[in-house]
């Protein structure tokens, strides 16, 4: 039967380490493709990597439904309907496979029509796309094993599979850029690495859980119905994500040059860093909720609370960096050519990042207690408006105007939508919310962001060396602003009461 189940903060951690790889992964490389491949392929990359996630979409929110309803079988005992929920899936996965290839073939035969693509690159676009569409049959059929492992809580194995494949992900981009490989090069390596993971996953799994099986006996109509159910809405939510999340690339090349989708996309990269660092907390939430709330449902306030609070006082960090030092980092990290603009996008979407923090975690809190029908509705405005805006303001403003168009209706959104949610399904009212979400945790950041501009302006970082030394520098003003300002006192002791038993074990271990 399934391990014990590891402590949320273990989770936390893992998923936090496995953003830490892949972070210091892609920092590395972002440059060296960027550079080699240059702005235009770059571009027209973004642009192919958008359309692929869209075809994503097909995951029809199933994914969703299995670490649900995995966590809350297993929670009740009940291994035949976990057994009935994953075979179902996997049905339905193995058609929504077959319909994405078939979309690819279609999108890579009208994209020449709608996007402005360098004359030489469009085969290598066209076919790019169709070996996307493959490894997005292929990732499908991985995120039902994916969400099992998610369901059973056991990140630190899950994570550890997918930075072992980040790892190898970067290696051979680094080999194909290298060598004058183009997007055609970077969409093989995408399969292949989506080939190793599915198999991984298989095998994680039924490792995890021995009586996991996999049967065409098991596929049953009142399951999928279970899994639709769930699933309607979450699709409608993620495809509303998706929009705004990956609609500005292709906002871009439809409107401007291919070019200036890479100006866009280094800031806009950046805040998806922020917001990986949020999922490191608002993943393990779902299935935390979904488990929990079988025998405590009144503990889900609770937990909403207190992850809103813990969630945005993490990311505040890096957030105040990006406001204050942003164009500095980029410009070191970078290129001078890409400091002013591609800085300018990073501070209009961290702006909104910083107060939607929180909302990443209502959303989890919703998924877990089966109640996310009532974000569906907020999410499709929010997509449509953010469309809107961006289609209306990229003629005005160039690439500044998609940022503004995602920000305004995100912070609308986070601000004005997120507390009454919280507020009329669990019960929180407006002013708590506002207070655990962003009243203390900015509080804590102030002195943090004083430094920090103190140090940008009066000792100015010639190497991104220096510049991540000043960080450190500043870190320990955070630490002591989160400490006196943002946790509570239970929150204070019980981070003592850990870094005291870990001392003691030191200690114990290097006197044996």
Known sequence: MLSKRPHALANILANWGAFASVALLNFFLSPFI????????????????????????????????????????????????????????????????????????????????????????????????????????????????????????????????????????????????????????????????????????????????????????AVERGTIKTILSFSSCAILVQVSGMVILFSDSIVIGMILPVSAVTFFMIGANLTEYGRTVLSGISQTLTPLVSATTVHHPEKAAGLLRRSVRLGTLTVLPILVTFLVRGSTFIGLWMGPAYSELSGSILRTLTVALCFSASYQMITSTMFGLNRHRRMVPVFIAEAAVNLALSLFLVRRFGILGVAIGTAVPRLIVATCIGPRLARHVLGIPVTVFAKEAWVRPMAAMIPFAVMSALIDRLWPAPTLFVFFAQVALCLPVAAIGAWLVALDKEERDGASHWVDRNLAGIVAGSTS
């Open 34 to 217: 960027v550079h080699h491949l240059g702005n235009s392929v770059y571009g027209l990359w973004a642009i192919v990597g958008s359309v692929v996630c869209y075809l994503g979409l097909l995951d029809l929110g199933v994914r969703s439904a299995v670490t649900r309803y995995t966590a809350r079988y297993l929670a009740a005992g009940d291994l035949p309907a976990a057994n009935r929920l994953t075979s179902s899936a996997v049905a339905l996965f193995a058609v929504s496979g077959l319909i994405a290839l078939a979309l690819a073939v279609v999108v890579a035969a009208v994209l020449p029509h709608v996007i402005q693509l360098p004359p030489d690159q469009a085969a290598a676009a066209r076919a790019a796309l169709l070996i996307g569409g493959v490894t997005v049959g292929l990732s499908l059929l991985a995120g039902v094993f994916g969400g099992t492992i998610v369901g059973m809580q056991q990140f630190t194995k899950i994570n550890l599979v997918d930075v072992t494949l980040e790892a190898a992900r970067g290696l051979a981009t680094w080999i194909v850029v290298g060598r004058g490989g183009g997007i055609l090069g970077l969409a093989l390596i995408q399969l292949g690495v989506s080939i190793i993971r599915l198999a991984l996953y298989v095998v994680l799994s039924r490792r995890l859980l021995p009586g996991l099986r996999i049967s065409i006996d």
